[in-house]
């Protein structure tokens, strides 16, 4: 098996609380995981469960608390953010942002927003920038007379091609994808993840991908870490964890899929992240199968089949619940990966 191109170890980050003292919200509690080199990873879960932190702590955008980040050999936790930014290290890791309207300086024209990260961290001049933008533009289709325009004269797609291309200027290894066409059209969304998913192979990158469409993850990536209130709590192959659920919330997740049957609808009331109890698990109080034992011993994420992990007591007992039949068409990658969609969260 290939070395992992990322790496994260017991990673922590918490923040103060306004007007209490002493206390702490748990936005990114004990988090390990690991992305292979052109492995795509799918990183999903309801809004606030800590996916936007954890992100921005992989992209060095945000230091951590506590934990290692070792890229490519490299432990990165220990850089400061503030420092990352002007490191070579940076054109490794690269992110695709969820608005592309956001994220464009609006006084830069397509080509200047391209060529930025090529003089910044490529230390490319002149006729070198200029050959790279074309080059990259013609990667993600964006014609070449779009180049001098500013976001304002772009359409939703092709804003989003610009984004995508300044990601891939500096060519990086791992490519971090924050819900990437959640501000497009519908119908512009499709074309974007088709895009973007030639570019992984053709390009061999390693892909972090976040999202709340869950028919769009199955499709697109080879694992999926699901994760809830800070923590993962289950972490397989897309197809594993699509079909066979360990989890409960996970079952409840892959529950709410357009047609697939009752919906498992959680109740109860969520658990504070703002200095949870470690003793617990944070699912408990909503979890149907909840027991005593839940609220005196939090579980492990540990190995429930080939692959497969999951934190849950009761998972070496289930076997898995069957979400797909393995005839169920919906099981199957399709062309359009927003046809039978399913999202969660808003």
């Given at each position: 098996?290939?070395?992992p191109l990322?790496?994260?170890?017991r990673?922590v980050?918490?923040f103060p609380?306004?007007g ?9 509690d ?8 052109g492995?795509?990873l799918?990183?999903v ?6 996916k936007s932190?954890?992100?921005?702590l992989?992209?060095r955008?945000l230091?951590?608390?506590?934990g290692?980040?070792v ?6 936790a220990?850089?400061p953010?503030?420092a990352?930014?002007?490191r070579?290290e940076?054109a490794r890791?690269?992110?695709?942002f969820?608005d592309?309207t956001?994220?464009?300086?609006p006084r ?8 930025e990260?090529?003089?910044?961290l ?7 920038v200029e050959?790279?933008v ?5 990667q993600?289709?964006?014609?070449a007379?779009?180049l001098s325009?500013?976001?304002h ?5 092709q804003k989003?091609?610009?984004?995508i291309?300044?990601?891939l200027?500096?060519q990086?290894r791992l490519l ?6 959640a ?10 993840l088709?895009?973007l998913?030639?570019?992984r192979?053709e390009?061999?990158l390693a892909?972090l ?5 869950l028919n ?6 080879d ?7 800070g923590k ?11 079909r066979a659920?360990r989890h409960?919330y996970?079952?409840a ?5 357009p047609g697939?049957?009752p919906?498992?609808?959680?109740s109860g009331?969520?658990t504070?992240?703002i200095?949870?109890p470690a003793?617990?698990?944070?699912f408990?109080?909503r979890?149907?199968?909840g027991?005593?034992?839940c609220?005196r011993e939090?579980?492990?994420l540990?190995?429930?089949g080939?692959?497969h992990a999951a934190a849950?007591h ?7 619940w069957?979400i797909l039949?393995?005839d169920?068409?919906?099981g199957t990658?399709t ?8 999202s969660f969260?808003?």
């Amino acid at each position: 098996m290939a070395e992992p191109l990322l790496q994260v170890e017991r990673l922590v980050k918490t923040f103060p609380v306004a007007g209490r003292r002493g206390a702490r919200l748990h936005a990114v509690d004990d988090v390990s995981l690991t992305i292979a080199p052109g492995e795509s990873l799918g990183l999903v879960g309801e809004s606030g469960c800590g996916k936007s932190t954890l992100v921005r702590l992989l992209a060095r955008l945000l230091d951590p608390s506590e934990g290692r980040i070792v890229f490519d050999g490299q432990d990165l936790a220990g850089i400061p953010a503030t420092a990352f930014a002007g490191r070579p290290e940076r054109a490794r890791i690269q992110m695709v942002f969820q608005d592309p309207t956001d994220s464009l300086n609006p006084r830069f024209t397509a080509r200047d927003t391209i060529a930025e990260p090529l003089k910044l961290l490529a230390r490319l001049q002149d006729a070198a920038v200029e050959a790279r933008v074309q080059e990259v533009a013609h990667q993600v289709g964006l014609p070449a007379e779009l180049l001098s325009r500013f976001p304002h004269q772009l359409s939703g797609g092709q804003k989003a091609r610009v984004g995508i291309a300044r990601a891939l200027a500096v060519q990086p290894r791992l490519l971090i994808l924050d819900e990437p066409t959640a501000a497009l059209d519908v119908s512009v969304q499709a074309v974007v993840l088709q895009l973007l998913d030639r570019l992984r192979r053709e390009l061999d990158l390693a892909v972090l991908f976040v999202s709340h469409d869950l028919n769009v993850v199955r499709l697109l990536t080879d694992r999926v870490a699901v994760m809830y209130l800070g923590k993962l709590v289950e972490v397989g192959p897309s197809e594993s964890v699509f079909r066979a659920p360990r989890h409960p919330y996970t079952q409840a997740l892959v529950s709410a899929i357009p047609g697939q049957g009752p919906r498992i609808k959680l109740s109860g009331e969520v658990t504070s992240p703002i200095d949870p109890p470690a003793h617990a698990c944070r699912f408990h109080g909503r979890c149907p199968r909840g027991e005593d034992r839940c609220a005196r011993e939090a579980p492990l994420l540990v190995p429930r089949g080939a692959a497969h992990a999951a934190a849950c007591h009761f998972a070496l007992q289930d076997p898995g619940w069957p979400i797909l039949a393995p005839d169920d068409p919906r099981g199957t990658a399709t062309a359009d990966p927003v046809a039978g969609r399913a999202s969660f969260g808003a």
